[in-house]
Structures are given as structure tokens and as C-alpha cells.
């Protein structure tokens, strides 16, 4: 925001409170807190420090000025008359409560709508990351090309990154996110974690409620520091709140790990909208999550945080960024080439469930809108319609020397009074609207926490929508009832006085044409929403598993190698394969379309040359023998992976429909060799394009990996079944429990 701009904004906002001080010192008023602000913003223009948090600073100054206004026309004995009014208003209604209760109850469902979604804005998007101190000065990183913008980051990365000291950023940390398999007297418990950068507590400000929480000198040594860190909520699911839990021991992915502390209540980790039981260590990456991922400069799996210093901007921090992802090319163009810096807000950072979210509640913040306005529409017929029955009683106090002015207030005060008894049912609405945000999440493997509902923010805001809805509503119905004929209305002698605001049936028609005109586009809005959604069931997404089971399977807490977990899962799927009810099942890495994390590696295609600039970097996964038969996503060439894709054959790789086509456009990809990491990989097959993140997400290069070459020690078990799969979910985990009774079956 330019200073010009903020100065502007700022007098408008004096401008408007300027009505709640005094008529005999508003001139005064309104000049000393002009002069203030244009001072202020003046200073702040010559320093060059107009950025996000001094406007926000000068905003509060000019809000200020409501409080001000307010306060001098209490002093001036205003109040008095004010609460006068208010009574007046509690009677008036009181004596009509047949219409006070439809009042009230129509303008609740458009308050309550307008808060229940703020509230889920609030949750989801104004404080994705609850816990941490002045979340504004935070901002998410990622890499970026010409066509995506949410690469992730590979720990070397990281650590040029943060050692290279960019104008604007105070620090930056890292974290990565996975499932694991917490070992307890009765067997294994699934359990969510993460592995954090060593400065990433002290750079959130987060606290510890026991003990201490993770410093930079435990993320020192590779594989050399195994503490880890509880969140609040684990701590007091799992361990009752005991304070000796510091110093206990947890066996996580069968290692042995030293609670060193708990962390304060309201913190769940830092990835949005999901809560979290454990903070280790990214030194001890190789036991949290698979492989061996600190030194491969190729493989983006982490997620950077950026605190910028005081007083800066994302924009300068982004300039700063810029010239560092310019160095990380130069330095290392086998990886880096064509890959920049983009920090992002974090209510628009690209992954997370952010970006998704947004432009849904972008939608129900319109739709509701609309709803709020026609109620409104409604509302203002309806006062006009009572004004109109007043005008004897207004005729009266006009000519008991009332004030115009005094008129219209008593009419806007009864109009802020009802809405304000709107407000308070609509805090209670929102007050239980939390858990109505879940009905519209899919039941997921990962543990989702939105903490929706009603707070101070919520509160704040149904006040303040109440309050702007009040005068609103009852303004122009106000202004044209004080518009009385003094004579007619006293000679009638009726309180019906059809002479004045209901004969002139402009306002009245206005309104009406405004209600009918709303109700309409909610009406077609619903129509189309209802295509789309009839039109979305139609959607191929590339698969299709209408009935079967899926479970998570760790191996790595139960003791097992490389060749012991390979066996394993061979052996699993060879059974199950053989249940009644039963008719394919396969391993993998992650599923389609379940939001889980994903992946993605660097690759060289042999005989194709990238331009300058283009993106080569590939999302993929871990599949076993039979994948494709059992989501029934067919290969349109070549074949699946087999028994004998072991780790001594030769390198093989699955590639989709748009891998196909990029890099060996207008002929056959079977034969070609794709280069991962540092291994040459024959192309076996082409399968179906698919949806791997969202639905409507365009195509996007894919490629699946033999589970016996790309090894995981946390897989999937697919299972498809011919009826119902409740009916050999028991025989499953027997199956399971038969083969190795020490290797549970999480989240089935």
C-alpha cells in the first residue's frame, strides 16, 4: 500500500466516526485527527517504511478515533440521551414481539451465515498455524518454475538458504511431515510427526508447558541426537498430562527416542489444519522417515518457514529471494536450473490444504453475502412498512420539537438494537459450527484439526456485522419516515398514515426489485451447483476402486531390513490375494487423490534436451506387482511390474500418459531411459493419465517405481473386493497377524 493510499484510507475511517462527536467540536475534532494521521503517514513515506505492519499501525490509529469521538460525546451528556433511545427502543419491541421475533430470527440466519463462515476463514486461513507469536511476519517457501509453484525443498538447499543471510528475512527453518509407529505395551500405535529444522521452535516463539523444546544444538549430528518433542494435545491423549514424562523414553520406528519436553497448549505443528504428536530432530530424519534424504540436493521433501526481520515486507524478503535462487543455479545447475524463490502469505501458500480451501470459502463468503443482503432487503421492507404505521407518533415528536436528526436516531437505534439480539443468536449459532466444517472433508488418513467455532475474532466480527447491518438496514427507512407532513397525521387522528413514505412507493419497489433480484442469483447460483456437481460424478479419474479396503503397514518399528520388509510385503499380498472376497491386491507407496504428502525427484530424459528454463522434476511413488489391475487403472502400453523387477535386475520405471508425451512426443516411450538420481531406468509401461491431487487439477507427469528398487519400509495394502469389504477386513488382519503379529495394520 502506498502512502498516498494509506493516508486516504485513514481519513476516510476519521471521517466516518466524525458523525459520533459533538455538532459544537466535530470541526475541531476532525482537523486535529486529520493532521495526526497525515503526520504520521508522512514520516513513515520519508523513512521508506510503508509496508504491511505500519499500515496496519496507522489503521489502528484512525480506528482509534471511533473510541475518541465516542468518548467526547459522553462527556457531553450524549450518552444519557442515548441510552434514553435504547430503552425506548427494548419497550417498542417489547410491545410488538410478533414482529420483533421474525425481525430478530431473519436477520439471525444472514448474521449467523456471514459469522459461521468467518469463523472457518478464521480457522482455516487467518491462523492456519495456531500457537506461534505474530504469525503476519510469517511467510512459506517453496521453489518455483514457469509451470509450478510449490516444489519443495531439499535439505542442502535449505542450508545454503538459510546461511545466506537475505535482506528482510530474520531466519528460516524447514520441516517435513509423515506417519509413524509408535511402540507401546500393547503392540504399535500409528502416530503423526514431524522432523523440524533445530531453529524452528525459537523462530515461531513457541513455548514449552514441560521441559524444553528442540534448540539448534540437537540438530547438529546426523542421526546423532534422538530426543523428540510432544505436542500438548498428545501429551495429555496419551500420557494423561503426567509431568514425568520428560526424561521417559518413546520407541518410535522401532528406535528409542528421550522426551526432552511438551510444548504449550494451543500448538499442533506447522503444518496447517493438522495436528501433530511429535517434533524430532531433522538430523534424525533417517529414523522419522525413510531413506537417506540429507545429502540428495535432487529430492525436494521439505517445507520452508520464513520469519521476516521487523518492519520488512514479503516484497523486499522476495527481492532478497530472488538473488539467492539466481546463486543455488549458478552454483548447482544440475539441480537448480530454472528453479527460483517464491515466498508466499500464509493463507495463500500453494500446499498445506490453503490453497484449496481458499477458493471455497471464497465461494461461501459471495454466497453468504448475497444471503445477508436479501435479509437485509427483506428487513428494510419491513421497517419501512412499521414506519409508515408511526407516522401520528413521529408527526407528534416532531412537533414537540424533536429534530430531525433526533428522529432518524431513534429509528436507527431500533434497528441496531434488533440486529444486535440477531448478533447475540448468531454467536451461538457459530458457537456449534465447528464440527459442521468436517462434513465437508472426505474421511482421510491424516489427522485433520481445524479449530473452528466461536473466539474473540468470531465475536468481534458478528458484533461488527451486526452493528454495520443495524444502521444499514434502518438508515434509509429511517431518513424517510422523519420526513413526516406535521399536519396530516394529527388531523386523521390514526397511527396509520398512508399520506407519507408508504403512498411514495419508490423505496418500497426498490427494495423488492433488490430481493427478487438476489433470491435469483442464488437461485441459478444453486442450479449450477448442482449441474457441476452432477457433472463432477461424471469425472474419470483415471482409476476406479468403488469397493475395497486400504490399510498402512510400517515394518521398520518391528525390526525389519530391506530384505526382511520386501519379503514381507510379497508374502502379504500373496495371501490376501487368496481370501474369499478378494480380488486383487497390491502395495504402494501413497494413493491417489488422498491428500497425503507427495514426492517429487529431478530426472534426465536420454535424447531430449530441456529448453532454457524448463522444469524437470517428476512427482512419483512406490508400487508393487499387480497396482494397476487392482485400481484398475490399465496400462496403455507395455506392462506392469513384475516378481522379477527385484533389486538386481535392471532399473524399470512406469510412466503416465504425459510423461509420454513430453519427452517422447509422436512416438513410442517404451525402451527410453529416465536417469533417477544417479541410476538409469528403462521405461516398462504407460499408464492412464489419473488425478493424483485434486480433481480438477490438469495433468501432470507421473511415474511409479518398483517397490523391490525403490524400497519403503511404510506402505499401503490396496485390496479390492468383490462385495462388501467389511466382510474381509477381520480376515485381513489376521492375515496380517498370522505372518508377523508384531507389524499392526494402522488405519484401515
Not at 435504547?86 to 419491541?93: C, E
Not at 431473519?106 to 463462515?117: C, D, E, K, R
Request: hydrophobic fraction near 45%; charge should be positive.
Amino acid at each position: 500500500m502506498t502512502a498516498q493510499r494509506l493516508r486516504a484510507v485513514a481519513v476516510w475511517m476519521v471521517n466516518r466516526a466524525a458523525w459520533l462527536a459533538p455538532g459544537a467540536e466535530r470541526r475541531r475534532w476532525r482537523a486535529q485527527w486529520h493532521a495526526g494521521l497525515w503526520h504520521r503517514c508522512d514520516t513513515l513515506e520519508r523513512s521508506g517504511l510503508v509496508n504491511a505492519r505500519t499500515a496496519r499501525g496507522v489503521m489502528g490509529r484512525a480506528g482509534g478515533a471511533v473510541w475518541h469521538a465516542g468518548w467526547l460525546r459522553y462527556r457531553s451528556g450524549g450518552l444519557e440521551m442515548l441510552v434514553h433511545e435504547i430503552r425506548h427502543a427494548l419497550r417498542s419491541l417489547k410491545g410488538h414481539p410478533g414482529f420483533s421475533a421474525i425481525a430478530i430470527l431473519t436477520l439471525a440466519l444472514g448474521i449467523g451465515a456471514n459469522s459461521v463462515i468467518f469463523s472457518w476463514v478464521d480457522a482455516t486461513l487467518l491462523n492456519p498455524i495456531p500457537g506461534v507469536q505474530d504469525r503476519g511476519s510469517l511467510a512459506a517457501m517453496y521453489f518455483t518454475t514457469p509451470t509450478r509453484n510449490d516444489l519443495s525443498l531439499s535439505y542442502p538447499n535449505y542450508i545454503d538458504i538459510r546461511d545466506a543471510s537475505i535482506p528482510g528475512v530474520a531466519d528460516v527453518g524447514v520441516f517435513g511431515t509423515g506417519a509413524l509407529s509408535l511402540r507401546t505395551t500393547d503392540g504399535a500405535e500409528r502416530v503423526w510427526g514431524e522432523v523440524v529444522s533445530g531453529n524452528m521452535f525459537q523462530m515461531l516463539g513457541v513455548t514449552a508447558a514441560q521441559g524444553r523444546l528442540i534448540m539448534p544444538s540437537d540438530d547438529v549430528v546426523p542421526d546423532g541426537h534422538p530426543v523428540v518433542v510432544l505436542s500438548h494435545t498428545f501429551w495429555q491423549r496419551r500420557f494423561g498430562g503426567r509431568a514425568d514424562v520428560v526424561g521417559s523414553e518413546l520407541t518410535l520406528n522401532g528406535r528409542a527416542f528421550t522426551v526432552i519436553g511438551v510444548t504449550a497448549p494451543g500448538f499442533q505443528g506447522t503444518q496447517p489444519m493438522l495436528s501433530l504428536d511429535v517434533f524430532a530432530p531433522i538430523a534424525m530424519q533417517r529414523a522419522m522417515i525413510a531413506g537417506d534424504r540429507l545429502q540428495a540436493r535432487g529430492s525436494g521433501w521439505l517445507q520452508g518457514l520464513v520469519r521476516l526481520a521487523p518492519g520488512a515486507s514479503v516484497a523486499e524478503a522476495q527481492a532478497g529471494a530472488d538473488v539467492v535462487a539466481t546463486r543455488l543455479t549458478a552454483d548447482y545447475p544440475a539441480t537448480n536450473e530454472g528453479r527460483g524463490l517464491r515466498l508466499f502469505e500464509l493463507w495463500r501458500q500453494p500446499s498445506g490444504g490453503t490453497g484449496m480451501i481458499l477458493p471455497i470459502m471464497a465461494v461461501l463468503g459471495g454466497f453468504v453475502a448475497i444471503l445477508l443482503a436479501l435479509v437485509c432487503a427483506n428487513m428494510a421492507s419491513l421497517l419501512l412498512a412499521r414506519a409508515s404505521g408511526r407516522q401520528r407518533e413521529l408527526a407528534i415528536r416532531r412537533s414537540l420539537g424533536a429534530s430531525c436528526g433526533q428522529v432518524v436516531r431513534l429509528l436507527l437505534v431500533e434497528s441496531v438494537v434488533l440486529a444486535l439480539g440477531a448478533g447475540i443468536i448468531a454467536g451461538w449459532i457459530a458457537r456449534f459450527s465447528g464440527d459442521l466444517l468436517f462434513a465437508f472433508i472426505p474421511p482421510l488418513p491424516i489427522p485433520i484439526a481445524i479449530d473452528a467455532g466461536l473466539n474473540s475474532s468470531v465475536l468481534l466480527f458478528a458484533a461488527l456485522v451486526s452493528l454495520v447491518t443495524g444502521i444499514g438496514l434502518g438508515l434509509f427507512p429511517a431518513l424517510h419516515a422523519s420526513r413526516v407532513d406535521l399536519v396530516s397525521p394529527l388531523k386523521e387522528g390514526g397511527s396509520g398514515g398512508g399520506t407519507g413514505v408508504w403512498r411514495r412507493g419508490r423505496m418500497r419497489q426498490g427494495l423488492i426489485v433488490a430481493q427478487v433480484a438476489l433470491a435469483l442469483v442464488l437461485l441459478v447460483s444453486a442450479g449450477l451447483f448442482i449441474r457441476a456437481l452432477d457433472a463432477a460424478r461424471a469425472v474419470d479419474p483415471g482409476f476406479s476402486a468403488r469397493a475395497g479396503l486400504v490399510g498402512a503397514i510400517d515394518v521398520m518399528p518391528a525390526g525389519y531390513d530391506e530384505a526382511g520388509g520386501k519379503q514381507l510385503f510379497t508374502r502379504l499380498v500373496e495371501e490376501v490375494r487368496a481370501l474369499p472376497g478378494v480380488e486383487a491386491a497390491a502395495m504402494v507407496q501413497r494413493l491417489p487423490l488422498t491428500m497425503t504428502d507427495s514426492s517429487d525427484r529431478s530426472v534426465d530424459i536420454e535424447g531430449y534436451t530441456p529448453a532454457e528454463g524448463e522444469e524437470m522434476s517428476v512427482y512419483y511413488a512406490s508400487a508393487g506387482p499387480g497396482y494397476f489391475e487392482t485400481l484398475r487403472m490399465p496400462l496403455v502400453e507395455g506392462r506392469d511390474f513384475t516378481a522379477r523387477d527385484t533389486a538386481d535386475a535392471p532399473f524399470v520405471v512406469v510412466i503416465n500418459e504425459t510423461m509420454a508425451r513430453r519427452y517422447w512426443p509422436g512416438r513410442s516411450s517404451l525402451g527410453g531411459r529416465v536417469k533417477i538420481g544417479d541410476r538409469w531406468a528403462d521405461v516398462t509401461g504407460v499408464s492412464r493419465d489419473a488425478k493424483y491431487g485434486s480433481m480438477s487439477e490438469d495433468p501432470r507427469a507421473h511415474m511409479y517405481l518398483s517397490v523391490d528398487q525403490a524400497y519403503r519400509s511404510s506402505m499401503r495394502l490396496v485390496v479390492r473386493t468383490t462385495g462388501d469389504p467389511d466382510a474381509v477386513a477381520g480376515a485381513l488382519r489376521q492375515t496380517l497377524q498370522r505372518i508377523d503379529p508384531n507389524v499392526p495394520l494402522f488405519e484401515l
